[in-house]
């Protein structure tokens, strides 16, 4: 199966199965916009509930916050969105389709790079386990041409976006040769710009309007708030503020399903470190980050950083965390050192001291942010993607199983009494009460056991508990495990455990 067929498989899965509907689907939906049905918002609420924890209940130094979505006009000017929250568009003019000028160039060296790739891959097949990748790809004439090629793409292409200069961009798609996917065409419009926040209105008309924006990132909720949560909090630096929430960004084109939405969830946070350590805190969360992904259980060959070469102006050091979806690496967080940037710029704007009095060293200073900013509905297409697995059983038969971490799945058992009688569905919902306040259970009656086994592994489920006659003799239940398949039998006592033990998130 090709990774096309295999991503459309996974977005067809989350539609049949109850995670992901198109938004008002009745109307035939609304441009990457989706709803969470009622598997994926027991998914998304456990994503969400696995990073709260991790960093703020593990740690003593973090602390939330739940700020509006709505905020002043004046914190978008602050945090230069108003002036540069751009992406450069450009249109074909035979296909009326519309692109993003960056991504047309960057789609352009990912085909270079697919290319060096394809020689790694020859160039191990040739050489067998005496193979050494980092002497190939160094040394070989083509690929080393190859990386080159990259190299001044990739330079000119942060020159032109740093300059702003619309007219090297589009000399830059000219010169490479770009065609449009749709219409083969090189017909291009000029390059604009287009700032990708959604702008409305507060007040009536009458009262006299106000232009106001939905946040386009939950990060600036958090600099706002940084001088109410520090004093409040008595917090002392180093430490941390995390936020999840909406934001809203009108992408010019989003595609890929939930990967580039206009209306998506942000978890971040951003911790306030002393001048100078600031390096050693970004490594410090560089690290800590993946481990939080890590602990899921997946592969590490799912992730690879992407070190940032080229800064935004304010940032010291950036790197993303990607992970493989089925089009490939890309990012799914960003950790950045953004300096002293938003905390100076709201205090300018806003006239108000936003500074920390150090006891330790007698200095009033403004922190220096270290920022981790994941996506969640990025997160939960990566579960998504990395779970659908489908199996051919010794029988001759296939199934679809989602392995989802089980600390993430939407249920954690199913309860299912062999059959619908015979005392067994009583039985059945005796245990099943024993154990709905600690965990999301799913009662099952209908149909025969191997179906409804194929149902919950479908969703993911990691445990399934069997009820039969011999439960009303010795309370001991048969417990199937989803992906091993394997039955034990063990006394219904030992459920909570057994389930406890099941979704406890791996040590790193
Ligand atoms: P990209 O380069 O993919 O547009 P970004 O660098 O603009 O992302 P950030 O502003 O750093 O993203 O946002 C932090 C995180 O928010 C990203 O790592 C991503 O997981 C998520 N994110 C950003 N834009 C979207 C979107 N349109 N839909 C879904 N998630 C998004």
Known sequence: MNQEEFFKKITSHAKEYGFVFPSSDIYDGLSAVYDYGQNGVELKNNIRQYWWKAMVQMHENIVGVD??????????????????????????????????????????????????NKEVEKAKKRFGDAFDKEQFVSTNPRVVGYKQEIETISHCLYVAMENNDLADIKQLIEDLGIVCPISGSRNWT????????????????????????????????????????????????????????????????????????????????????????????????????????????????????????????????????????????????????????????HSKFSGKKLQYFDPETNESYIPYVIETSIGLDRMFLAMLSHAYTEEKLEDGSERVVMKFPAALA???????????????????????????????????EKDSIGKRYRRQDAIGTPLCVTIDNQTLEDNTVTVRDRDTMEQIRVNADELYNIIRNKIAPKKI
């Open 410 to 444: 939407p249920y954690k058992v199913a309860i299912l009494p062999l059959v619908k009688k015979d005392g067994l569905p009583e039985k059945a919902r005796e245990i099943m009460d024993q154990l709905t306040p600690d965990f999301m259970c799913q009662y099952e």
């Open 190 to 345: 000029d390059v604009r710009q287009f700032n990708l926040m959604f702008a409305t209105q507060m007040g009536s008309l009458a009262e006299g309007a106000n232009e106001i924006y939905l946040r386009p990132e939950t990060a600036q909720g958090i600099f706002v708030n940084y001088l109410n949560i520090q004093k409040t909090g008595r917090m002392k630096v180093p430490f941390g503020i995390a936020q999840t929430g909406k934001a809203f960004r009108n992408e010019i084109v989003a595609r890929q399903f939930i990967f580039r939405m206009r209306e998506f969830e942000q978890m971040e946070m951003q911790f306030f470190v002393r001048p100078g350590t600031e390096l050693e805190w970004f490594k410090h969360w560089k690290e800590e980050r993946l481990r939080w992904h890590l602990s899921l259980g997946i592969p590490a060959e799912k992730y690879r950083y992407h070190d940032h070469e080229k800064l935004a102006h304010y940032a010291n050091a950036a790197t993303d965390i990607e992970f493989e979806f089925p089009f490939g690496f890309k990012e799914l967080e960003g950790i950045h050192s953004r300096t002293d940037f938003d905390l100076s710029s």
């Open 67 to 116: 700020a509006a979505i709505f905020m002043h006009p004046t914190v978008w000017k602050a945090s230069g969105h108003v002036d540069a929250f751009n992406d450069p568009m450009i249109d074909n003019k035979d296909s009326k389709k519309r692109y993003r000028a960056d991504v047309l160039v960057e789609d352009h060296i990912a085909k270079i790079e697919d290319k060096i």
